[in-house]
């Protein structure tokens, strides 16, 4: 395996890029003159920049191509897998269990197509298309030790490494933002993330601006807003909302949003990308989950708070709340978040 060609497909989101950084930094461990490349949607690209562990980034943009279904698109596609055929790969690992990635993994021309147990596939489907099969994961794994287990299964790696290599940056226009913000700078930051990938993760803005109020005047920290694309009604509604004063961070790209994370002593989310980012960069969470499951998808590692509540019809993984109540994200209380948040801080300034 030493001088073969890898590919890792793990096209989105943002949450799922990061928790998929392990699998090539074990790869590489184990065969350090391998060829690893990693396709991946393209605005997620920033993320794998001078990545030790990954020879070539492949970005494609399958959200574009369906939006935009005509010839022009079509000739990207059949280009890209022209591409990867020509590279000749030895062995291609689907991450996702969907029909789309497996297709992928199929069009790649590797003669080792590595896949989750048809019962692990989100589209079970996808299963028909690769030739070897990971174990079956019962629940109560978290799917970074899932990916490391399918690539040590089909390889036989013994070794792993959880480690989660993110771009080394300094952006100016993040640097300038605190510089021309020293009263922000002046106490503790306390990142909130009112954000999320789909409507039944998110949690009422009111209750987000008591929740900032409340740190800010009992742990006398500072409160920094955070946002993504699409967003920053909702932070501009918290800050209108709130008694006490905070900060709108400014927009950022995936590498500005990196380094303006570095200046937080905790983070705030909803289960999203922001909450893992902060994870893989040490820094201390306290998250917020109602349709998803916290165990297989929680901040990873040490140093994090998780509040949920179990119901009847709790990690139901969907979009859109089946019952229309959102009743498992409006039973998690501010007093329970808050509480969340003091003793995590307690705990990390003890560690101090």
């Known amino acids: 395996m030493s001088q073969k060609k890898i590919l890792v497909i793990k096209l989105s989101a943002l949450g799922d890029v990061v928790h ?9 461990q184990e065969y350090p003159d391998a060829f ?4 991946v949607e393209e605005r997620y690209q920033e993320l794998l920049f001078n990545n030790p562990d990954i020879d070539e980034v492949i970005p494609i943009r399958t959200k574009f191509w369906r939006k935009n279904w005509n010839r022009k698109t079509l000739s990207e596609i059949l280009k890209i897998i022209k591409s990867l ?23 790649s021309g590797a003669t080792v197509k590595v896949g989750f147990h048809r019962k692990n596939c989100k589209e079970k489907i996808s299963a028909i298309f690769t030739n070897k099969k990971g174990p079956y994961m019962a629940g109560g794994v978290h799917v970074v030790d899932m990916y490391l287990t399918l690539v040590q299964s089909a390889l036989g790696i013994k070794n792993e490494v959880k ?7 300094q952006e100016k226009k993040v640097d300038d933002f605190f510089q021309n913000n020293s009263e922000l700078t002046a106490k503790p930051i306390i990142g909130i993330n009112s954000g999320a990938g789909f409507e039944s993760k998110l949690w009422e803005l009111e209750r987000f601006a008591q929740l900032a109020d409340r740190i800010s005047e009992e742990l006398d920290c500072n409160i920094l807003l955070t946002w993504g694309p699409g967003e920053e009604d909702k932070v501009q509604k918290i800050s209108a909302t709130m008694k006490q004063k905070s900060w709108v961070a400014p927009p950022t790209t995936l590498q500005e949003s990196i380094t303006l994370y570095k200046h937080l002593k905790q983070l705030v989310s909803c289960d999203s990308g922001p909450l893992h980012l902060c994870a893989a960069l040490n820094i201390p969470t306290v998250s917020l989950f109602g349709p998803t499951d916290p165990v297989r998808n929680g901040a990873y590692g040490l ?12 990690f139901c993984w969907k979009r ?18 808050f509480e969340a948040v003091q003793s995590n801080q307690k705990k990390n300034n003890q560690v101090e």
């Open 20 to 28: 998929t950084l392990p699998v090539c930094r074990t790869l590489r």
């Open 320 to 337: 859109k709340c089946p019952l229309g109540t959102k009743e498992c994200m409006k039973q998690v209380t501010v007093d329970e978040v």
């Open 85 to 107: 055929r020509q590279k000749k790969f030895d062995v291609v690992f689907d991450l996702h269990g969907l029909l789309k990635s497996a297709v992928i993994a199929m069009l």
């Open 163 to 169: 480690q989660f290599p993110l771009p080394e940056t």
């Open 36 to 39: 690893i490349a990693w396709m």
């Open 303 to 314: 140093n994090h708070e998780t509040v949920y509540k179990m119901l009847t019809c709790s």
